[in-house]
């Protein structure tokens, strides 16, 4: 049965090495780094989901650093693994001249597909400073805002449950991490 999913953190306290807590977290793709209260990925590809959740509906939420373009962060939900496999995912995506977009993706067997095909580019008031990201994944509906406003959405059921986390290419980071089961 699926566990209630009620944490957060906010990376103040690193495992050994300025590396994920491994109480709370396990990378599943690429390291993160933990320094100054975020975590940053290093590799091409980072991927880490919260020890021993397995739940549906779910609000995940943090604070989402994109420095550069074609970069991007954000946040996992209904994470199945193995690896770099079978989740959903909410990117902030940095494009030319300080304007961002979100995507929702579903990752499946590794291959990534777009679901929100209705995504519109904005500004970053501040670039290269953190955006509040909020992944709401309740039944099929999956919803993205940023800073409160509905950014992108898309209905898929092919992920029914899983973990959640975060997910960032290197350079970028995630902080204030948050994520509550929907009821």
Do not use: C, H
Not at 17 to 37: D, I, K, M, Y
Not at 55 to 79: D, E, I, K, P, W
Not at 106 to 116: D, K, T
Not at 146 to 156: H, K
Request: proline fraction near 3%; hydrophobic fraction near 45%; avoid cysteine.
């Amino acid at each position: 049965a699926p566990t209630t999913l009620t944490f957060s953190d906010n990376f103040a306290t690193p495992s050994s090495v300025n590396q994920l807590n491994t109480t709370n977290w396990l990378e599943q793709a690429g390291n993160f780094t933990v320094a100054s209260g975020a975590a940053a990925g290093n590799a091409s590809a980072n991927v880490a989901t919260l020890y021993g959740a397995n739940n549906a509906n779910v609000s995940v939420q943090a604070s989402v650093v994109v420095n550069g373009v074609g970069q991007y962060a954000g946040l996992v939900a209904r994470y199945q693994g193995p690896a770099n496999a079978n989740y959903y995912t909410a990117w902030l995506y940095g494009l030319a001249n300080g304007q961002m977009v979100v995507f929702i993706a579903r990752n499946s067997g590794g291959s990534f597909v777009n679901l929100s095909l209705n995504s519109v580019a904005f500004a970053n008031p501040t670039p290269g400073t953190a955006l509040t990201v909020n992944f709401q994944v309740e039944g099929s509906s999956l919803k993205v805002f940023v800073n409160g406003i509905l950014r992108a959405y898309a209905q898929d059921g092919l992920l029914t449950t899983g973990s959640v986390g975060i997910y960032a290419t290197a350079g970028q980071s995630v902080s204030n991490f948050k994520a509550a089961d929907i009821t």
